[in-house]
């Protein structure tokens, strides 16, 4: 599990955060002889005036605060009854709703979909004060400039707020009411500066959605302050506004486990484009092949490892196929087995005329997985691994549900020769 460090620092009234990963061997109180960081804000000018604003308020009295809290990424679903509000088709439609909103020349580094600007369920803090809130982040560049962006969107009873010297530099009123609160600022720690650009609407149904970017020490941001208010200010966003009923499903993280532990940025967006057009053209020519949730031309980064992979599932039913593409894998061998350390299935192994080897581990309901309440998971994979160290996995699962008693006839994973099929395109050399 990933602990980051949450540092707020509040100062004449403009708050400001940033994440800081923690490193391995870190305390989670922190060490209390560490010197405490010389921390300094932008200043503030008052009295001012702030185009928007017919009143503008002192800064907050007060020095600068420090405070350290830890969080960590417990179970979140979607559709969960404390907050009706967040559906998986919202999340999904607002998710594409921001990402249709930006500019043309402004792209999405190449990352997992939870990085790419996909709205996560919401953490519930239960009875702590904190508004609930559904969050989006991703690596935003454009014209050689890069941020860090995240978006918030939740409900909200505090309202609009009283414009005040320092939290904002203009105030904007939409035709249908909503507000838009943009400001750009720095703060530094220790000498080390930070840039931020954001914008705050405050929706008329009471939705709040903050679009907050950091781009370290360069004050150029891949979205201008405009263009930042019109994303938080999308009608789409609002948590009264049902999503269409045609929203594509929302593309989930996905993981593979390569003995290769490359990295996500070691992957060219070319060569994902190349791989999904080659998956897109072997599944075509299929026979009656099933309807997925999504194009199988859909691979993403893997949230671990150099890879690229999928999660799909087979409409009406509770058939899954996942996909993964990696390099520099070694070809394997046939295990022995007679070998007392080898431990589960066999794979049937086979070479192929271009030296490329296939692994074959057909359905065995001896080898399947079962949870606490009997439910279990039916599984066969074809992997291909070819001399140039490409491997191409192909993986279908099912549901077994369990009614007290074995059933009569077990359901079955999509069959060989569509595993066969995917893990046989022609992928010769990644990344």
Request: hydrophobic share 40%.
């Amino acid at each position: 599990m990933t602990t980051s460090v949450i540092v707020t620092i509040v100062a004449v009234g403009v708050v400001v955060a940033s994440f800081i990963p923690t490193q391995e061997g870190d305390t989670a109180s922190g060490d209390a002889a560490a010197p405490t960081p010389e921390i300094v804000t932008e200043p503030v000018d008052y009295p001012v005036t702030i185009p928007g604003c017919d009143v503008v308020e002192p800064p907050e009295e007060g020095g600068e605060e420090l405070f350290f809290s830890i969080t960590s990424e417990g179970e979140r679903t979607y559709d969960n009854p404390a907050f009706p509000w967040l559906t998986t088709s919202k999340a999904a439609a607002m998710s594409e709703a921001v990402r249709a909103a930006l500019p043309p020349d402004v792209e999405i580094v190449l990352a997992p979909p939870s990085q790419s600007l996909n709205f996560t369920p919401v953490q519930d803090f239960g009875d702590s004060g904190f508004d609930p809130v559904s969050n989006a982040t991703a690596e935003l560049t454009r014209d050689g400039a890069t941020a860090y962006a995240s978006l918030g969107v939740g409900p909200s009873d505090s309202g609009v707020p009283p414009c005040v010297a320092g939290s904002l530099d203009r105030r904007d009123t939409e035709v249908n009411g909503t507000v838009i609160d943009s400001n750009d600022s720095w703060y530094e720690i220790d000498g080390a500066r930070t840039y931020s650009r954001s914008a705050t609407a405050y929706h008329t149904d009471g939705t709040r959605v903050s679009v907050y970017m950091s781009a370290g020490a360069s004050s150029i941001m891949p979205l201008e302050q405009d263009e930042a208010a019109r994303i938080a200010a999308l009608p789409d966003l609002a948590v009264s506004v049902s999503p269409p009923s045609d929203t594509p499903a929302l593309q989930r993280d996905c993981s593979i486990y390569p003995s290769d532990d490359g990295a996500v940025r070691d992957i060219r967006p070319e060569a994902v484009a190349a791989a999904n057009a080659a998956f897109t053209a072997s599944w075509v020519t299929l026979p009656d092949a099933p309807v997925l949730d999504r194009p199988i031309g859909s691979m993403i980064p893997a949230g671990f490892g150099s890879g690229i992979c999928s999660d799909l599932a087979v409409v009406g039913s509770t058939i899954r196929l996942a996909v993964s593409v990696v390099g520099g894998q070694p070809l394997p061998t046939a295990p022995d087995p007679y070998d007392p350390s080898h431990y589960g299935q066999i794979p049937e192994t086979r070479t192929l005329p271009d030296g490329s080897v296939i692994q074959i581990l057909d359905a065995d309901i001896t080898q399947m997985m079962t949870s606490e309440d009997g439910t279990g998971l039916l599984s066969r994979s074809v992997t291909v691994t070819r001399p140039s160290g490409v491997q191409v996995s192909a993986q279908s699962t099912v549901e077994v549900t369990a009614n007290g008693s074995a059933p009569l006839t077990l359901p079955e994973p999509l069959p060989v020769d569509v595993l066969d099929a995917v893990a046989n395109t022609p992928i010769e050399q990644w990344p």
